[in-house]
């Protein structure tokens, strides 16, 4: 039966094959001179038999992207920037849905840095700081690579928009249970980057983090930062009123008398986020951090734990993302 099958099938491919090559060639006669009505249709019919043998490129890989790699510009196809993205920026043991979700918001964050031009010849770099980390596809197992390769034909060309634009798709590790406003961090507020809760991620590894430094770096840290602190005998007067930020992120922190921002202390002391909790000992500060980034826009860990509910890559990141759509970029 199989045999019977496969030899009908390679019967009907070569019918068609052998019909193909033996086509007269109205085509190459229409270059030439003005073509009759009928070779004109000839002409159309056999454009539209051909298509599907010369066109079978994917919207990826049909995309140039100027990618700015070891201080150089070079020319990416689409598809091996995001397959390298996904090598660099997710664990191997995401589920799928979660990894088409983070193809989608890479995908994204590439196609409007690109209409923007990050980088003044490029659109990326591959510095995970700057823009996106990239790793190599080459340099990894198969598996891997087919792992991720999976990931980003399953979603070929989809990009996320807010009214018809495409959106600044931020991520980040994990968000300690709550993700934040994009004004709370960056100080412009963008309707589709609002603060949600992002249950489930009590198992990645930063959700929840402390960091201490003697009581003495840290008077000298904050003095570096605003010489008019003044650090009373009384420890307990030494932290003043906090306001936070709809994602449980610190707004503002008064250390010694003086406002301080929760993005200000986070990059002052090296933590992990701005939702965190000080506590002061006789020799220690100590810093208890939830979450692990910047925590606006979606988050991995939670995506993973959606993911792993069963949950649609769409359903993720219209979650992440509020009022948004998914859809084709080339659309
Ligand atoms: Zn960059």
Known sequence: MKNAFLSAAASVAFSALLALTLRPGPVRAAQTAAPSPEQTIAASAAAATEIPLFHAQTYDRSVLLPVLREGETVRMDLH??????????????????????????????????????????????????????????????????????????????????????????????????????????????????RSVPSPGEEGAAHFSDEKQVSLAEFQSVLRSADPAVSFPEQLGAWVGTVTRTAGGGVDVMVLGGRPFRGTELRKLFGLRSTAFTLTLTDETASFTTSGYGHRVGLSQYGAEAMAREGKSFREILTWYYRGVTVEAASG
């Open 80 to 193: 091996t920037y995001l397959t390298g993205v996904l090598l660099a920026e997710l664990p191997p043991d995401f589920s799928d849905e979660a990894r088409k979700a983070q193809a989608v918001a890479c995908r994204t964050y590439a196609l409007r840095s690109d209409a923007r031009r990050r980088h003044e010849e490029a659109a990326v770099c591959t510095d995970s700081a700057c823009c996106m980390g990239w790793t190599d596809p080459a340099a990894v197992s198969a598996e891997r690579r087919a792992q991720a390769e999976a990931a980003v034909d399953a979603t070929d060309g989809l990009a996320i928009f807010y009214e018809g634009r495409l959106i600044d798709a931020t991520f980040f590790s994990c968000s300690g249970g709550m993700t934040e406003d994009a004004a709370a961090v960056w100080g412009g507020d963008l309707p589709y980057l």
